[in-house]
């Protein structure tokens, strides 16, 4: 579809809640931009209604491209959830349009890990062993519901993530008998988050002697900040809190 300054509001930013739009900014005198155009076309097209193709003359609408800062065309940009998340600029081989259209797209392990259900997220890790969270998901519903044998296997290849790091370390420190963790523990378990922090971080204050502890304990704080997001108050607070406990 050809979209106008008046119309991308709802052409693009509105539509782009339901379902991706990739726009292409052109212009009638860009020969790349015609040789690109069939390109996006088709990889937008091998996608159905998943995808959708948005077209901006800049000629005609130049409040859009000094808006989104197109110096050079053809510009594309790909929209998700209101907002810009991916751009390219020139011309491109056609491998790299279909993989520009693909990364919009969810996978077969995507839509797996959205239903949430224990077979589905072991059937996503199948599909995709290094969906990170896929893993992450299933570790969750084993720790809640206290099945801790596999969660070491599951989440060893993402271990590099720190959600699945803070788990790792709530399954190592689980048989630890200091009161702290263990009120941490049950606190984190039952969603007691600012309990739970305030006691792993009088743990972490007491374990100087036992640096391995010290640092599973750490895992476990900043595994709990990620979950709760880097900007929530008891992240801020607590990580502070932390860090002058370990420097």
């Given at each position: ?43 937008v ?83 995709d ?27 060893d ?31 984190l ?6 309990q ?52």
């Amino acid at each position: 579809m050809d979209t106008t300054d008046a119309t991308f509001q709802q052409d693009v930013i509105e539509r782009s809640h339901d379902v991706p739009v990739v726009v292409d900014f052109w212009a009638p005198w860009c020969g790349p931009c015609r040789q690109l155009a069939p390109l996006l076309e088709a990889a937008v097209e091998r996608h159905g209604d998943e995808v959708l193709l948005a077209k901006v003359n800049i000629d005609e609408n130049p409040a859009l491209a000094r808006e989104y800062r197109v110096q050079s065309i053809p510009f594309v940009a790909a929209f998700k959830g209101g907002r810009p998340v991916d751009e390219f600029t020139g011309m491109q081989p056609g491998p790299s349009v279909d993989s520009f259209v693909n990364r919009l797209v969810p996978t077969k392990a995507d839509r797996l890990v959205a239903l949430g259900d224990e077979a589905s997220l072991r059937e996503a890790i199948v599909l995709d062993a290094g969906h990170t969270e896929a893993r992450l998901a299933l570790a969750r519903l084993l720790l809640a519901d206290g099945r801790t044998d596999e969660i070491r296997d599951i989440l060893d290849p993402v271990s590099f993530d720190p959600a699945a790091a803070g788990m790792l370390a709530r399954v190592r420190v689980a048989g630890v008998e200091m009161p702290d963790v263990v009120a941490g523990l049950d606190a984190l378990h039952g969603g007691r988050i600012e309990q739970a922090l305030t006691h792993l971080l009088d743990a972490v204050r007491a374990s100087g002697s036992q640096p391995e502890l010290r640092d599973d304990l750490r895992a476990v704080m900043v595994g709990a900040f990620g979950d709760l997001g880097e900007h929530h108050p008891l992240t801020v607070r607590f990580r502070k809190r932390l860090a002058q406990a370990l420097y």
